[in-house]
Each structure stands twice: as structure tokens, then as C-alpha cells.
């Protein structure tokens, strides 16, 4: 986009024009006063209004662009003549619906955003929510991107799991750093935090030690009672918690079957048991999944060409599944480290941050467990977040199977 | 080469049965066949990644019947290319060098000449995923060839390329083998395809062998009705075969009569090229009458250089390719009565019944 000296003029011309048609409203008395600071703030949001509306004007239909102004417009009316309470306010909308208004869909959803936090006291978030929602299936069908039912079971299911995930978020931002950072100083959730970290690492490398090539001679068989087996491989997923550490205790704890053999309670080895019983099935089962879309006639070349069938599971079955293994093992970690109940009654000692946010919360009350939790979740979200990077980056997802033909 | 003898192989319902057959070293053989004939599973069976349920498979006289595969020394190739996708193009037409350490050199001599016979050179460093079903073909075959091997097997190699990159591929495939000698076993149910690389054709239908022969022989002398229907013989019809007493043997087809050279007696089915009909308005003379059926046009398929004419006759509805000058000088339409002379030297009788097929192939 070029500037012509015109433009400049032009600019400059209608910011002076805007600006002292409201100091000579402020001048004449009326209702309200500006102060020094909310004086030179709004000229500035001007300045951006008139240059973003310069840019819009040269992207937008003539029609729509009749629109610019006049939301300006209500938002300087309501927030800023209106309710002086509300001024602070005012810049930032301003700049973001100026920076958004070539967006119809973002206009819209600024626009319901901002009457239901007028509109929709006590309630705005909820009203908003709904409201968005209603108009972005609208939108959307209304540009025929995709059918009524895809984009009304997309956007109401999402709403509905932005509720769940709401408490979490809450958690996690309404608490000063200062309170996060004393808790992980205690030495209590330190080794806590450490023993979660270590066993939940431990616990993935073993279930992806036996489970990777379980999960391949499972793909790569066909025989009588392989459903059977496969729904075996998802019954720790089925067994409530506090039973799978009973049972386990029940062999390997110190009074136990195999007591003399193998005592577990108190040491690592037990959290690891424990955690692994409960999170195998995730990783077995995607790895599973991911061995079955490689196309067995890719083994068969492999073969052909010389390699042995060790072989042809290192250099392509297992680069191919790599991706799904790998998601798996987040699952499987994520599911290893939240565990509790088996956990806490097989080997209460050494403590996870789980056990201990459960143990504090019963103990202690939830002030004392809430700082440890949000610890639990900061560190799950931040390998979470790592993990699915590491993913994205290393984890290509490739097309097996050319789906045009 | 490869020699296959009582190879039985059941898979459900389906049952492959090769008495006997053998591949020439240095050949181009076509399996041929409508699709559940068998010749997937035939072409599996040789790379080792079907075990025969009885019977053997001879390479150079080794018998490997239950080798594995990577030992077998087979190049192969799939009709969906079966890249890897997570190797490059140079990477996986070379994968098969890190299990041949000792031929190192001479593979990667050989992919230098096959990347310059198939013109993929531009293509090495690109992902497989780029690539167009043409192009992928192409790196397939290079890949199958890079490690030098004893019996290169294709599997509907062109089944889903379009009609200008098949014709093109196949021409390239049968100069590949010009060049390189290796002893080939190409599967399709295409009978064009077949025709065009094939130093000899093997005819499959329900697991079992129906005829083996050159195009010539196979085109001239189908071995039994399915052969001359799958290969495209449009006039198949049943006659009487009789002997007179001095031994001559005659097809009768109502009052017409053909002396032919077959030795069975009774009912049977001949097929004759459209060509070897010629078509009279009037009842032509200097030819024997008995040679003569009488017909009706039923209709007419103007082809510009030849007209397509389909007579109903005793025969039932025969196929007749007449010259445009010809058709213009005997002024036909549809139901004119027609004469036909079916020319006696191009009929022929098919030495095996489909029913008597199963049991003795060649």
C-alpha cells in the first residue's frame, strides 16, 4: 500500500477534526471532564482509528465500510460519554475492534462479547457463550463452509468442554506466581514433585519396552480370541483403582503371596507398578491402531528388498507407527502421573505430588493442597505442551495410503 | 528359472493349482487373468510371502519353497507403489544397499543407470508425497531393480495410472527388460497390456492354468472358449464335428459344412476372426456352397475405414469387418440378407472344453 502526500493531509485533517469536536464538547461544560492522561490516550486511539479505517477502506465493500464508524462510534458513546467509571476500558476495545473490523465473523463475535458484559450482568461469560456460539453456527452456515449439524455439534460441544476446562484455567491464572514459587520451594512438594516426574518417566519406558512390540504381533497376527485379547489389554482401564491396589498388595505387598520374593510397598518400584497398571492399555492400544494403518504390502517391499523381518519393523513399520506410539506415550505418562487411588494404597510412601494433593486436601483442607495442585498442573501442562511439540516437530504424519484413488 | 510343479495353495474358498510351469531365464511373462484368477496370489507365492500349501517353486533349479522372503533375491512391485513414506526418493530406491554390503558398488551403479532410464533423476531429493502416480511407479521400479535381482515380479503395476502414463510406462518396462535381462513375471488383467511387454502370456482363471503361449499362439489358437472370450474373440460358436470316410474331418453348421483339421467328433465350439468373413448380397460365385450360411444384417457399426456388421445367421449373431468400398458396392442396411463365407482355414476348433480344463493344463 503506497501513501500519497494527500492521504497525509487527509489523516491529519480528520484526527484534528475528531478530536476537538469532543474537547470542544469537554470545553463547553457538558457532562463530563477529560483529565490529562484520558486526553492524550484518546487522541492516540483516533490516530489508530482513522489509519486502520484507511487501511480497511481499501480491503472492505463501500457498504460495510458505513459500519466502521459508527461501531466506533457506540463504543466511544457507551464506554466513554456514557459511564466515565468505564474509560479505562474504552482504549483497548477501541484498538481491538479497529484492528478486527475486516473480520466480519470476529466483528460479530466482538460485538456480542461486548453487550453481554453490558447487557448480561451477573451473568456476561455465560450469556456471551451462548449467545457466540448461536452466532457462529449461524455465521458459519451462512457461508456454506459446512452443513448445519457438523458446525452446530462442533460449536456446542466445544462450549460445553470450555466449561470443564474453565475451573482448571481459573486455577492456574488466579494465583501470584509468589505463592507458586514458595510452594515448590517446600521440600515436601519438591520430592514430590521429583518422585512423580521420575516414576511417570520410568513407568512410559517400560510399558513402551514391552507394550511397542506387543502392539506390532498383535497388528500383524490374525487369530481365534483376538478381540478376546484385546479387550484384556483394556480391562486396567475398566478396574476402579482402589481394588487394583488392594489386589496388588495382596500379592506383592509385604504380608502378601509373593511377599518373600517381591515387597513393594514403601519403595519406587511399587508407585511404578502401580502407575503401570493403569496407564499401559493407553500406549498398547494406540500403538496398536498405529501399526495397523501401516500398510502391510510396505513390509512385504521391505522384505523383498533384503530385510529381514527384524528389520523391516526397525526401518518402517516402527518409523511409520512412531507418531501414534508417540502419542501414546504422552497418554500413558499423563494417565501414570495423575494416578492416585492404587497408588496411594500400594505405596503411600515414596509420595507423588498426586497422593500429596490428595493426602493435603483431606488432611490440611483445599488451601493447603490448591497451591501444591496447581504445581501438579503447571508442570503436566508445560511437558504436555513440550511433548506435543517434540511431536509436531520430530512425529511427521505421513500419508500411507493415497486416498484419491 | 523358476519352476513351479503341483503348486497348491487354498486361501478360503479359492484354491491355486499349478501343475507345471516354467519361466524362461531372461523372459517377460504376462500373468493374465479376470481378477480373483489367482495371480496375486501366484506372484506372492514366488516372493515367499505365501507359503504353497503342497507343491514346489524351483529358482535356477534351488528349490526355495520355503526360503524367506528377503533370502529369495526378488524385486518387487506393487499397483499402489508401496513407497516408504518416510524415506525420500534417492532413500528408497537405495534401501535395499544396507543388505548387500557386498554389492555395495555394483548397486549403486545400477541405480545411477536405472535413474537415467526411467528419467527420475529430478525427482531424488523430493518427499513421496509429491509425487504423481506415474512418477511413483517409476521410483517403485527403480527401487524393485537397484538391487540386481534374480526375478523381478510386478503386480498390476499400471492398474491405477491413467490411460497416456500406462501406455508410456509399459513401453518403458519392456526396454528395461531389453536392457537389463532380468527374467520378469508381470500380473494384470489387462489383455492389451499383456500383449504389448509379454514375451509369453499365462492365461489364470480360477487358480488354474487355462493356456501359456506367445501372442501369436495364444491369439490364433485360444486353448479353450474362456481364453478366446477373456482375450477378446468375438465369434464363438458351437458346431458338429464328423469325418468322412477317407478320414477328412468337417465341422456342420446346418447344411454348411467346413473342412477343418481337429480330431474330436460331436458337438463343439470354434472361433473364427472377423476378418476371415467376407459378406455378398448375391450368392457369390467360384466359392463352394457348402461354405456359404445364409444371414440377415442386424446392424451396422460404421467405423470409417470398416463397417461393423452383425449378421444373425444359424451360427447366431456373427461379427463381420467389411472394407467401407465393399460395404458401398453391396449397399447394405439392416435386414438385408446377406450371404457369409467363413473362410475354412481361419476356423478354429478349441482343443479343450472349459469343463474338461480343470485336471490337465499345460
Avoid at chain 1, 453456527?137 to 451462512?142: E, G, L, Q, R, S
Amino acid at each position: 500500500m503506497r501513501f500519497r502526500r494527500s492521504d497525509f493531509f487527509a489523516f491529519g485533517g480528520l484526527i484534528v477534526l475528531l478530536h476537538s469536536l469532543l474537547l470542544v464538547g469537554e470545553l463547553r461544560g457538558l457532562r463530563f471532564r477529560l483529565d490529562h492522561f484520558s486526553n492524550v490516550a484518546l487522541f492516540f486511539t483516533n490516530l489508530y482509528f482513522v489509519y486502520s479505517g484507511y487501511v480497511v477502506s481499501t480491503i472492505v465493500r463501500k457498504v460495510r465500510f458505513l459500519f466502521y464508524p459508527f461501531g466506533y462510534g457506540a463504543l466511544l458513546f457507551i464506554f466513554f460519554l456514557r459511564n466515565p467509571d468505564w474509560r479505562p476500558l474504552f482504549f483497548p476495545l477501541a484498538i481491538v475492534y479497529c484492528s478486527i473490523f475486516r473480520l466480519p465473523a470476529a466483528v460479530g463475535l466482538f460485538s456480542i462479547f461486548v453487550l453481554s458484559h453490558i447487557f448480561a450482568q451477573p451473568h456476561p461469560w455465560a450469556a456471551f457463550l451462548v449467545v457466540g456460539s448461536v452466532f457462529s453456527v449461524a455465521y458459519i452456515v451462512h457461508r456454506r463452509a459446512y452443513g448445519l449439524l457438523h458446525v452446530a455439534f462442533m460449536v456446542f460441544g466445544l462450549a460445553a468442554f470450555g466449561l470443564l476446562l474453565f475451573p482448571i484455567v481459573c486455577f492456574v491464572l488466579l494465583d501470584s506466581p509468589q505463592t507458586i514459587l514458595e510452594t515448590f520451594a517446600q521440600s515436601e512438594v519438591a520430592l514430590a514433585m521429583k518422585t512423580s516426574l521420575i516414576s511417570a518417566t520410568l513407568c512410559t519406558v517400560v510399558v513402551l519396552l514391552f507394550g511397542v512390540p506387543l502392539a506390532y504381533a498383535i497388528a500383524r497376527t490374525n487369530f481365534r480370541g483376538k478381540s478376546f485379547l484385546e479387550t484384556v489389554i483394556d480391562l486396567p482401564i475398566l478396574i476402579p483403582q482402589s481394588a487394583v491396589g488392594v489386589a496388588f498388595l495382596w500379592v506383592v505387598g509385604s504380608k502378601g503371596i509373593l511377599g518373600s520374593v517381591v515387597n513393594v510397598p514403601g519403595t519406587l518400584l511399587g508407585v511404578v507398578l502401580a502407575q503401570m497398571f493403569v496407564s499401559a492399555p493407553f500406549l498398547i492400544k494406540s500403538a496398536i491402531a498405529s501399526f495397523e494403518s501401516v500398510p502391510p504390502h510396505l513390509e512385504s517391499v521391505a522384505r523383498s528388498l533384503g530385510a529381514p523381518a527384524f528389520g523391516t519393523f526397525w526401518r518402517v513399520s516402527l518409523p511409520l507407527a512412531a507418531r501414534g506410539i508417540f502419542i501414546g506415550c504422552i497418554l500413558t505418562w499423563s494417565r501414570a502421573i495423575s494416578e492416585v487411588g492404587s497408588v496411594a494404597i500400594l505405596a503411600y510412601h515414596p509420595m507423588t505430588a498426586s497422593v500429596l494433593v490428595f493426602t493435603r486436601s483431606t488432611q490440611a483442607g483445599i488451601e493447603q493442597a490448591r497451591p501444591v495442585a496447581i504445581v501438579l498442573v503447571l508442570t503436566c501442562l508445560w511437558v504436555f505442551v513440550g511433548l506435543h511439540f517434540v511431536r509436531s516437530v520430530a512425529f511427521k504424519k505421513f500419508v500411507t495410503r493415497s486416498d484419491q484413488q | 528359472m523358476i519352476v513351479f510343479s503341483n503348486l497348491e495353495k487354498k486361501l478360503g474358498a479359492f484354491r491355486l493349482s499349478i501343475q507345471q510351469l516354467e519361466v524362461r531365464r531372461g523372459e517377460y511373462l504376462v500373468i493374465l487373468g479376470p481378477s480373483g484368477a489367482g495371480k496375486t496370489v501366484l506372484l506372492l507365492t514366488v516372493a515367499g510371502l505365501l507359503r504353497p500349501d503342497a507343491g514346489e517353486i524351483f529358482f535356477n533349479g534351488l528349490n526355495v519353497t520355503r526360503l524367506a522372503p528377503h533370502k529369495r533375491d526378488v524385486g518387487l512391485v506393487f499397483q499402489e507403489a508401496d513407497l516408504f513414506p518416510h524415506l525420500n526418493v534417492v532413500e528408497n530406491i537405495g534401501f535395499g544397499k544396507k543388505y548387500r554390503r557386498r554389492k555395495a558398488k555394483e548397486i549403486t551403479r545400477r541405480m545411477e543407470l536405472l535413474i537415467d532410464m526411467l528419467s527420475i533423476r529430478h525427482l531424488l531429493s523430493r518427499r513421496i508425497d509429491g509425487l504423481s502416480g506415474g512418477e511413483k511407479q517409476r521410483v517403485a521400479v527403480a527401487r524393485a531393480l537397484a538391487i540386481a535381482p534374480a526375478i523381478f515380479l510386478l503386480d498390476e503395476p499400471l492398474g491405477l495410472l491413467d490411460q497416456n502414463t500406462r501406455e508410456e510406462l509399459r513401453t518403458e518396462l519392456r526396454k528395461i527388460h531389453d536392457e537389463l535381462g532380468t527374467t520378469t513375471l508381470h500380473v494384470t488383467h489387462d489383455r492389451n497390456e499383456a500383449f504389448v511387454v509379454a514375451d509369453r502370456v499365462a492365461i489364470l482363471n480360477e487358480g488354474r492354468l487355462a493356456q501359456v503361449g506367445t501372442k501369436d499362439e495364444i491369439l490364433k489358437r485360444p486353448a479353450s472358449e474362456f481364453v478366446a472370450r477373456f482375450i477378446g474373440v468375438q465369434n464363438i460358436f458351437s458346431a458338429f464335428a464328423e469325418q468322412d470316410d477317407s478320414g477328412n474331418a468337417f465341422l456342420r453348421v446346418g447344411d454348411a459344412r467346413f473342412r477343418v483339421s481337429c480330431e474330436g467328433r460331436g458337438n463343439v465350439r470354434f472361433c473364427i476372426a472377423p476378418e476371415a468373413i467376407s459378406i455378398h448380397r448375391e450368392m457369390p460365385s467360384g466359392v463352394t456352397p457348402e461354405e456359404l450360411i445364409a444371414g440377415v444384417v442386424k446392424c451396422l457399426e460404421d467405423r470409417g475405414a470398416v463397417v461393423r456388421v452383425i449378421v444373425n445367421c444359424s451360427l447366431g449373431d456373427a461379427v463381420v469387418f467389411c472394407g467401407k468400398r465393399e460395404f458401398l458396392d453391396e449397399g447394405l442396411s439392416c435386414s438385408t440378407p446377406v450371404w457369409l463365407h467363413l473362410g475354412a482355414a481361419a476356423i478354429h476348433v478349441f482343443p479343450q472344453t472349459d469343463a474338461a480344463l480343470s485336471g490337465k493344463s499345460q
